[in-house]
């Protein structure tokens, strides 16, 4: 006769420890693909909560499995005939038996959701970049201001507490008339017969009395607390060569690199502006969706974006209250009576920018070596300044990472 | 439980016990665990045996199951049956009354086909296997606990035994004999005494050639697991982690062999069980719905159940005069036996069977059921069911110069999957510590697949 027994786990989840390693492993893996990822996403404009959804491959364990070209069976209707077509490639999981064999080749994906602020902290992560954010903290303090927090005894006279040491003088005038009124109590009590010789005696203390004057211990100081007053307010130009020559994969580059520079600088920030310039021969400034959407046709002065972008941080991102990050993407088709004025410009915003950089977008393995970017390295020997090179998405991230390791210097 | 008692089932269980061994059943005592739903998965995801040692391959199982089941993808088995004596099954206490007695029926099937089938007899210790798992578990925890090896070490060494744990003997229930045996086995088949019947010997004898015996395997190997435990290069621990992994896929190897088997003897029983059982009308009614759900077609798939159950129920109708024929088959078959034998063109009809073929990106059908192509069918099953769809990998030499593994596919026209096959030499190339190749074909051309010390991957024509 069979046993029964009603099993309670106690709300004990056994497979909680496993799980968590596995959600290890898949966080592991989202940061491997991220550099893929985020350049999918919008640039601005997303909230930080904003979730998004990402497919991951899941954690595949591997077996020795085989591979297309098996045959297999199934049942069907009764009205198959040879050389039917059963499916495509889908249909390759089924028909295999037991699925404990764990021969499963289909691609699994998963769908995570994660929020924009999370795939930012997994990216940062990834890069390995710790020391910065300190090192750009420190440089980030250009106010400094004194907090009152408190009295010490000790100090340097500016800081003097007049109201507090007044009332230190005060409390201690209080303590003394009150032990001064017990002791003649007492001594009223005990010593009439010689209150003729003890009023002689005191007639100096009570001249004394009137006066009561400051003493060391009544002074008290203002304990400070130095603040370091953060620049809280950035910005961040985008320059874009949108001429003929800059078509959608470029752009595409571009958009992911400026999403991440824009995801890093918030990062640091409390308030972040974007600014977008659009130039070819002349620059105008933009919206987002004009800046990576409309394509323009014909030449290429690089100075024009710079001019403008000059001109927008003279006008409104004065670089005493802001932290300016501009950075420019092109193709590095600039026309050569152009190059002198643009590395004048070059200079001119490293002057104001607390980082500057310039992305050579080259798609493919054919480049032709940009006389602007030559020009650049030869010319621009500020230590804000930085150059990109990227030719493919993967590219981005390691592009990213030397920028701000320049940043860091 | 809302509308019946323990109670009452215990009285439902009473009354199938009875008929089961009215009909012969022979199982081992049977302890029935009433659980929830979340406990159901978490013994989904570990095969039965909460003791069982972590490793976050079971984390995803579970979170896959769940996700399944959530998008009602997969329905949760009405039960799950441990191959152990005393017999553990768990019941889903959310059920309907009529679900738990055909699920009762239904495990007294496995129960039986545990206790007879030839190849659990052999393979598999059924008083052991709590213990065995419990005793795997604390061995593992104790590793992982142990400070001189830690977490990521111990999954280290399961993720990589994990991706050949099928890879062990096939032959259930053979033991290992040492290579002095194999040896002298060897020598006596080629050096034959005359036999003393020389008409029944053939007239011409292929020489033999004497295999080497100074090689490291004497014959081709496919118990990777047990040839890299024996002679890699391994501490104690790591050894002890492998064995670990071997021991559980040897008990699971008769479930894997018998699975049309086993879910079909138990889906016959629970139908004769239950129709036994004269119940009232409205559970009669839900009986049929269930059972029908479980044994149905898959369409451009295999139900187990539906084949094994098919097959079951034709040999009981042929055989009604020789009421033991059918016990005799659950005693002996496997899967690829019990179809080849069984699955006649009858069925095969019946049931619609076709085999298909990959055709560049398309599957196209190649041979049905008729009285041309149902045997193509039957062989193209029976070959692919249990064991059948996992390629045969074997040990062919271990060259001890430059402490290489040579690996070999044995090539039965069925490709591997390469990308597939890199990873998982990769992980072989990580237990060994050293030079891994696989030889194998890749359309119909001798190919070598090499994995060097830096776990790079290459292939090459052999």
Same mark, same amino acid.
């Given at each position: ?262 995801? +890093? ?90 980082? +500057? ?53 | ?164 744990? +099928? ?296």
């Amino acid at each position: 006769m069979a046993i029964f027994k009603e099993y309670g786990s106690g709300g004990k989840d056994r497979s909680a420890e496993d799980r968590r390693r596995h959600r290890e492993l898949v966080e592991e893996s989202i940061k491997k693909n991220i550099g893929n990822i985020i350049a999918e996403e919008s640039i601005i404009g997303q909230s930080k909560d904003k979730k998004i959804k990402i497919p991951i491959r899941s954690i595949k364990e591997y077996h020795f499995v085989y591979g297309k070209n098996k045959s297999g069976t199934a049942s069907g209707d009764g009205d198959e005939k040879r050389g039917d077509k059963v499916g495509e490639d889908k249909m390759g999981k089924k028909g295999q038996g037991d699925g404990k064999a764990g021969n499963e080749e289909g691609e699994e994906i998963y769908e995570t959701e994660i929020t924009i602020e999370e795939l930012v902290k997994y990216l940062f992560d990834d890069l390995n970049l710790p020391d910065i954010d300190k090192k750009k903290m420190a440089e980030l303090e250009s106010i400094k201001s004194l907090k009152k927090i408190g009295y010490q005894r000790k100090g340097i006279p500016p800081r003097l507490a007049k109201r507090r040491s007044a009332v230190e003088k005060i409390k201690r005038k209080q303590a003394y008339l009150r032990s001064m009124k017990e002791l003649e109590d007492d001594d009223i009590q005990q010593d009439e017969a010689a209150e003729e010789v003890v009023d002689g005696i005191d007639l100096p203390d009570k001249q004394e009395f009137r006066r009561f004057p400051f003493m060391e211990d009544d002074l008290r100081y203002h304990r400070v607390r130095v603040d370091h007053k953060r620049d809280f307010n950035a910005v961040v130009i985008c320059i874009m060569d949108v001429s003929g020559s800059m078509d959608q994969t470029k752009k595409y580059l571009a958009r992911s690199f400026y999403f991440l520079l824009y995801q +890093f600088i918030r990062l640091k920030y409390a308030n972040v502006e974007v600014a977008f310039v659009a130039h070819t021969t002349t620059a105008k400034e933009v919206n987002e969706n004009e800046f990576f959407h409309r394509g323009e046709s014909g030449g290429t002065y690089i100075s024009s974006g710079y001019e403008k972008a000059l001109e927008i941080i003279e006008q409104r991102y004065n670089p005493v209250n802001w932290n300016i990050y501009a950075f420019h993407c092109s193709d590095g088709d600039n026309w050569t009576e152009d190059n002198k004025r643009a590395v004048e410009y070059a200079q001119k915003l490293c002057g104001v920018c607390n980082l +500057f950089g310039y992305g050579e977008i080259v798609p493919g393995y054919y480049s032709s070596s940009s006389t602007i970017k030559y020009e650049f390295q030869k010319h621009v020997k500020t230590k804000n300044f930085a150059i990109v090179t990227m030719t493919k998405k993967e590219d981005v991230l390691p592009g990213l990472k030397k920028l701000l390791e320049k940043e860091g210097e | 439980m809302s509308d019946y008692s323990l109670k009452e089932i215990e009285q439902w269980n009473e009354r199938i016990e009875e008929i089961a061994r009215d009909f012969g059943l022979e199982y081992y005592e049977q302890e029935f665990e009433i659980c929830s739903y979340e406990d159901m998965i978490c013994y989904e995801t570990y095969v039965g045996m909460p003791s069982h040692y972590p490793h976050w391959s079971y984390g995803k199982a579970y979170e896959k199951t769940k996700t399944l089941h959530k998008y009602n993808l997969s329905g949760l088995p009405y039960e799950m049956v441990i191959n152990s004596d005393p017999c553990i099954a768990y019941l889903m206490k959310d059920n309907t009354l009529l679900l738990q007695v055909l699920t009762i029926a239904h495990v007294y099937g496995h129960n039986d086909f545990f206790k007879n089938n030839r190849l659990f007899k052999v393979g598999t210790r059924a008083d052991y296997t709590v213990e065995m798992f419990k005793n795997h578990a604390s061995r593992v925890r104790d590793y992982i606990a142990d400070p001189g090896i830690g977490y990521k070490r111990v999954e280290r060494i399961l993720d990589a035994a994990h991706s050949i744990k +099928f890879h062990t003997s096939r032959v259930i229930g053979e033991k290992r004999v040492s290579d002095s045996e194999k040896i002298k086995i060897l020598l006596e088949r080629v050096q034959k005494p005359k036999s003393e019947y020389p008409l029944l010997e053939p007239k011409e004898r292929k020489e033999e050639a004497l295999p080497d015996f100074k090689k490291i395997p004497i014959e081709p190997d496919e118990d990777l697991l047990w040839f890299i435990s024996a002679y890699g290069r391994l501490t104690e621990w790591e050894r002890d982690i492998i064995n670990i992994v071997r021991e559980e896929t040897l008990y699971f190897l008769p479930q894997i062999e018998t699975k049309i088997m086993n879910e079909g003897w138990a889906s016959f029983w629970h139908y004769t069980i239950l129709n036994k059982l004269n119940l009232p009308q409205n559970l009669h009614m839900e009986f049929l719905k269930r059972h029908n759900q479980v044994i149905r077609p898959h369409p451009g798939g295999i139900n187990p159940y539906y084949i094994g159950f098919k097959i079951f129920e034709d040999l009981k109708n042929k055989f009604s005069n020789d009421p033991k024929k059918i016990f005799e088959v659950r005693e002996l078959e496997r899967d690829q036996s019990f179809i080849r034998r069984y699955l006649t063109q009858e069925l095969c009809n019946e049931m619609n069977l076709f085999e298909y073929v990959k055709v560049g990106n398309e599957y196209i059908i190649s041979e049905v059921s008729d009285d041309s192509g149902w045997r193509k069918v039957r062989d193209t099953l029976a070959a692919s069911v249990g064991m059948g769809s996992i390629p045969v990998i074997k040990i062919n030499e271990w060259v001890q110069k430059d402490n290489t593994l040579v690996l070999e596919h044995q090539y039965d026209g069925r490709e591997l999957e390469l990308s597939y096959a890199y990873e998982t030499l990769k992980q072989v190339a990580n237990l060994w510590d050293g030079k891994v190749m696989l030889e194998t074909f890749i359309e119909n051309k001798r190919k070598v697949i090499i994995c060097d010390e830096q776990k790079k991957v290459v292939m090459a024509n052999a």
